[in-house]
């Protein structure tokens, strides 16, 4: 055997083995146990060899064990295996673990090594020694998705079939039956009346023609697209028995699809999307649908998010188009309440919808020169459009569907107008700025108020026709209580 067999370990001498009986110290499941009193060990004769000079006394070895009473006899015992013995019953599997530092004849071992401590260097068929790379433990990486998590997520149908947002707009929609439970609200709780309506026109426009009149707006409405993108509405409650089961149809297959069509024309970093809102028993009337962008950070005089299109939802039996010629004061009633609210949102552009049609509405008339303050009481309502309208007629021309209507009424209450379209913002101002003045006279064919009503109206909101001049209780101030 060479002089030295571990020159890359212990520079040159090896460690130095006291000549005590340790019997009684080892622990009996050690890779090399002494050998018996009466037997000499196969390795002594390379300690004898190279280390006899420098054997310490046995009186030095007590005097380390008692003072040192937590130590571990067995310091330098592991240094004794060469590369051959181990390479021929060491286990071939912690031959890349690293190897221990072997410590000072007077310094004390960890009662826990390591398991793999007590490995050796390798000798290489060469005649060199293999050193085991010493690996730092770091901290785990944040735990990041996967690329098979994402792969799992794959879908034939809906990442390899294609379809058009135009297809999606104009599909079947489900036909919800008239709501069995219709509840008025409480007179005296509304600040609108039917006779705030002054002018009616029609939104002669609001077509199909309109739209293709743009250039290449059809073009990207029939881009291909994967289903991905056009989700699909989850199922609907077609037997609504309240008006509030009624704005959930719409809110649940309505607006999903139509915010969809929006996020794929407008961007979908930025794009106006339909929100529902409740109300809350109690509080202030808010309309059913508010469409904003998510970065509009405008208010009402109220404190509300400011829309740029603003919906509500009636039952059939509350208002349909049918009722102009039957009971003008039940139809004028819902638009006066939508154009309340176009007025507190500041907005030209609304809707009215119900279990059977869809109706789109455009307040406060053209702008005159520099003024963008609409007239009071003028709105212009487009051709009713049947929710069970879809795809196109018999001569293969595409009809506007409720889908296809939403989502135009959106495209025109975007930031930059169409040409030839009016800008959504209307400069209503407060109830100091008086602007419910400027308005034309009202319609021949709409009947007259009665006493009663304008009784009503002067004791909820402190004025009855738009010509009146500023109230108290129109600016939240009522009459003092008497003591």
């Not at 989850?234 to 704005?247: F, G, R």
Request: glycine share 8%; aromatic share 6%; with cysteine.
């Amino acid at each position: 055997m060479p002089t030295n067999g571990f020159p890359m370990q212990f520079g040159g001498h090896l460690p130095l083995r006291p000549s005590m009986d340790r019997r009684s110290t080892s622990p009996p499941s050690q890779l090399c146990q002494p050998s018996p009193a009466s037997a000499p060990s196969p390795f002594d004769h390379m300690i004898n060899d190279h280390a006899s000079s420098r054997r310490p006394s046995i009186g030095n070895v007590r005097s380390r064990s008692m003072s040192n009473v937590r130590s571990h006899s067995r310091n330098g015992s592991s240094s004794s295996i060469d590369a051959s013995m181990l390479s021929r019953y060491g286990y071939p599997t912690y031959r890349q673990s690293p190897a221990p530092q072997p410590s000072g004849n007077g310094a004390p071992v960890s009662r826990t090594p390591s398991a793999m401590s007590h490995l050796a260097p390798i000798a290489m068929s060469d005649g060199q020694i293999q050193s085991y790379p010493q690996r730092r433990r770091t901290a785990s990486p944040p735990a990041n998705r996967s690329r098979l998590s994402t792969e799992v997520d794959f879908d034939p149908v809906l990442d390899l079939q294609t379809s058009t947002a135009l297809e999606y707009l104009t599909a079947p929609n489900p036909t919800p039956s008239l709501t069995q439970r219709v509840v008025e609200s409480g007179r005296g709780l509304n600040t609108h009346f039917w006779y705030d309506i002054r002018n009616v026109r029609a939104w002669t426009d609001f077509n199909v023609s309109t739209i293709a009149a743009i250039p290449q707006l059809l073009d990207l409405m029939r881009f291909p697209v994967t289903l991905r993108d056009l989700p699909t509405p989850s199922k609907t409650n077609v037997v609504p028995e309240t008006a509030a089961q009624l704005v959930e149809v719409c809110a649940t297959h309505h607006a999903v699809k139509v915010n969809a069509a929006l996020k794929l024309t407008q961007g979908s970093d930025k794009h106006i999307a339909m929100r529902t809102l409740k109300s809350i028993p109690g509080s202030r009337q808010q309309p059913e649908f508010v469409s904003n962008y998510q970065s509009d950070a405008e208010k009402t005089i109220y404190g509300d998010g400011r829309g740029r299109v603003v919906g509500i939802v009636k039952c059939y039996d509350q208002w349909n188009s049918g009722m102009r010629t039957g009971t003008p004061v039940k139809y004028l009633e819902a638009l006066a309440h939508l154009h309340r609210f176009m007025r507190e949102h500041g907005t030209r552009y609304g809707f009215i919808m119900n279990e059977i049609e869809l109706v789109c509405v455009r307040a406060g008339g053209t702008p005159s020169g520099s003024s963008n303050v609409p007239l009071f009481g003028y709105l212009e309502v487009a051709t009713p459009i049947q929710v069970a309208t879809s795809r196109t007629g018999e001569g293969g021309e595409l009809r506007m569907t409720a889908g296809l209507a939403l989502w135009w009424l959106h495209m025109l209450a975007k930031e930059q107008p169409f040409p030839g379209q009016l800008h959504w913002r209307m400069d209503v101002g407060g109830p100091a700025a008086l602007t419910r003045k400027h308005h034309l006279p009202r319609d021949d064919w709409m009947p007259k108020c009665v006493l009663s009503e304008k009784r009503e109206a002067r004791r909820i909101r402190g004025w009855v026709f738009p010509d009146e001049p500023l109230s108290k209780r129109e600016c939240g101030r009522g009459k003092r209580a008497k003591a």
